[in-house]
RNA sequence: GACCCCAUCGUCUAGGGGACUAGGACACAGGGUUUUCAUCCCUGCAACACGGGUUCGAUUCCCGUUGGGGUCGCCA
């Protein structure tokens, strides 16, 4: 047996398919893909469509798709199989009634009669009157004979876990042990009246049945997992140990959802931000090297990840922080690859034309192009903000630009740049000399003379160095900037 | 309401009794890069929630208070 075998880790991601997934639970997956490619252990995908009516296929695929385009890749799962599967709860029926049958066998469960808007009436009454507000227990001694005329009337069962009086610790990685008494619990359901199985007895059968060793997950499950290990324990498996990751939040420190912005990893990657940045980021939420490090690759992320390093409370989405993450990737990619990510964005607001094939000398421009934004850049999308200067023939000017334009010394300086534009195009040397010339002719000089030509030529008030921009466009384009300005 | 978790600059965090006049990063402010700035560099601003203990000594340990969050669904 190979070292990589023998320590048994395997962790799970168990996303429901009933949304496109959020961002929350792409940091729970990434960090259990950190351990587990840390440990050497195995990555499961497991999808919990327990939810008969809210889960959908497209939602599965929408995480897997979501899921790799982030960078992740799992071991086990539905669309790849393995030897613990199925992978999707749905499929997994005789096994969950392999053990329910045997927890019926014990006593250890009960058929439940009540409705919903019974229990909602009990839950209610108890808590007026100052109560826990679980279940009662109203169903848990009926004879079959009474089951028989309940029956009768039309309605399905439900199946109750008997709670049993005792003290439950379980063994955080992140927060210590943390016990709870059961008295707090009332019997809940383990099958659903659908014939599913709930949640937490789909889960901890199966995370028994798949052999999990470790259950990485957000900390709103801290106080679902004595349930989780009741049921674990009547089934005779030996319990994971947990991890209880801390919140993300909006910066109103509420849960994240749409009021805070995007909330779902695919918007993300729609607008660019390099699946590397994201992963940065989202493991810095929550997370720490221990060190003055804040950029790193995949590849360290996994060197250094350890839960022991995890922090326990919530941590504030903070997009101005991706941002700056998002350059500082931005930086370590190579021209060629940028430029390719760059075109579907350049074609979708048609700076490129989409029908046309990119020819080479258009790519070997393009990765110019890149070089000189790159710096700007927390996404790709963000190419689109300067891209039209260097790609069309033309560039619009903003009110602030033309009124600028409009002025005797912006005209003047337009006249002057004109007579001394080399016609085979401009490098960084001889942008400056014609500056010079251009500065000693009009007795212009500093910002006053930038920043009519910068208005000229990009049709802005701010972007890259001219002295960048200048180099990349051809005496034709300038001339043609210039005389337009001239004839403001 | 009950139970559980949490609490260092605005934000992400380092810190695990003396090394702390509390470090880094983002953001912000000012300056620089003989033009703009969203790049880059420099400087600055800014925090241990409060009250009790324990200790020679607490940001660090314990208790309480306050505040925030989570759970208490035939949702997951």
Known sequence: MTEDKKNNIRVRFAPSPTGYIHIGNVRTALFNWLFARKNKGVFVLRIEDTDAVRSRDEYVDAIVEGLSRFGLEWDEGPDMGGSLGPY????????????????????????????????????????????????????????????????????????????????????????????FNTSTIGDFIIFKSDGLPSFHFAVAADDGEMKISHVIR????????????????????????????????????????????????????????????????????????????????????????????????????????????????????????????????????????????????????????????????????????????????????????????????SQKIMKSILKYLPVDGVNKDSFNTVLSKVKEETGVKGKSLFLPIRAAVTGRLKGPELVDVFPLLSFGTLKERFEKALKI
């Open 88 to 179: 999707k709860q749905s499929q997994r029926t005789a096994i969950y009634e392999k053990h329910l049958k045997s927890l019926q066998e014990r006593d250890l469960v009960y058929e439940c009669f009540c409705q919903p808007d019974e229990l909602e009436e009990m839950k209610k009454r108890k808590l007026e009157k100052g109560e826990q507000p679980i279940y009662s227990g109203k169903c848990s001694d009926l004879s079959e004979k009474e089951k028989r005329a309940l029956r009768g009337e039309g309605k399905q069962p439900a199946i109750r876990f008997r709670v049993k009086q005792e003290e439950i610790v379980v063994k955080d990685l992140i927060r210590g042990d943390v016990t």
């Open 218 to 409: 957000g900390e709103d499950h801290l106080t679902n997992t004595p349930k989780h290990i009741m049921i674990l324990n009547a089934l005779g498996f030996v319990p994971p140990l947990y991890a209880h990751l801390p919140m993300i939040v909006g910066d109103d420190h509420q849960p994240l959802s749409k009021r805070h912005g995007h909330v779902s990893i695919k918007e993300y990657l729609e607008e660019g931000y390099l699946p590397a940045s994201l992963m940065n980021y989202l493991a810095l939420l929550g997370w720490s090297s221990g060190d003055d490090q804040e950029i790193f690759t995949p590849a360290e992320l996994i060197k250094k990840f350890d839960l022991l390093n995890v922090n326990k409370s919530s941590a504030v989405f903070d997009t101005k922080k991706l941002n700056w993450m998002g350059m500082q990737h931005m930086k370590n990619i190579p021209d060629t690859k940028l430029a390719q990510l760059v075109i579907p964005y350049l074609k979708s607001e048609e700076i490129m034309d989409c029908k046309k094939h990119v020819t080479e000398e258009k790519f070997d421009h393009l990765k110019k192009v890149v070089n000189v934004l790159r710096p700007y850049l927390s996404k790709l999308k963000d190419i689109l903000k300067y891209a039209d200067i260097f790609l069309c023939n033309d560039v619009k000017y903003s009110d602030e630009v033309t009124d600028l334009l409009k002025k005797d010394e």
